[in-house]
């Protein structure tokens, strides 16, 4: 029977539930690092060439998610724009000068020039593939385990395998 008595004091999730969270860790932050974060550090990259211009942080936020927005000066008008995903500066006061470089055709496309080397997101997609490769390992070594009970179990009481 695998049936525990009640306050036993037994708790966890057993093989096969380590092996079926490990690999779902695996696969979300193997998404978060190709799928979001890689992409967020190469768009950064593409603006290291662009226009540059004084800005002043306009709207404080988490700027690493996208929240800060920046306002400056581009061909004559003033624009308000969104700081990208992977964007760093977010323990700066609204009002802070910060330098961005945009792109010259579309001055919507912005970023801290502090950032175009890739920013927090690289770090992040970096350290998010990282996770991933840890939890994959751990997801081998419970598949392991799985299989080395599986045939224990098959070659019955008193059998060394």
Same mark, same amino acid.
């Given at each position: 029977m695998n049936e525990r008595p009640a306050g036993s004091g037994q708790t966890g999730l057993g093989p096969?539930?380590?092996?079926?969270?490990?690999? =779902? *860790? =695996?696969? *979300?932050? &193997?998404m978060l690092s190709l799928l979001v974060m890689f992409p967020a550090a190469e768009h950064l990259r593409s603006l290291k060439s662009g226009e540059r211009a004084d800005a002043t942080l306009h709207t404080g936020g988490s700027c690493m998610i996208g929240q800060c927005r920046v306002e400056f000066e581009? +061909?004559?008008? =003033? /624009? /308000? $724009?969104?700081?990208? =995903? @992977?964007? &760093? @500066?977010?323990? !700066?006061? /609204?009002?802070?000068? /910060?330098? $961005?470089?945009? !792109? %010259? +055709? +579309?001055?919507q496309v912005v970023a801290r020039e502090d +950032?175009?080397?890739?920013?927090? %997101?690289?770090?992040? %997609?970096?350290?998010?593939? &990282?996770?991933? *490769? #840890?939890? #994959?390992?751990?997801?081998a070594v419970a598949a392991v385990f799985l299989v080395r009970q599986r045939g224990k179990a098959a070659a019955g009481p008193g059998v060394a395998v």
């Open positions: 096969r539930g380590s092996l079926v969270m490990s690999l =779902t *860790l =695996t696969l *979300l932050l &193997g581009a +061909d004559g008008r =003033t /624009v /308000v $724009v969104d700081l990208p =995903t @992977g964007s &760093g @500066g977010g323990k !700066q006061s /609204v009002g802070a000068a /910060v330098t $961005v470089r945009y !792109q %010259a +055709d +579309d001055p +950032d175009v080397g890739g920013g927090g %997101a690289a770090l992040f %997609a970096w350290m998010s593939a &990282g996770a991933a *490769l #840890l939890f #994959l390992m751990l997801s």
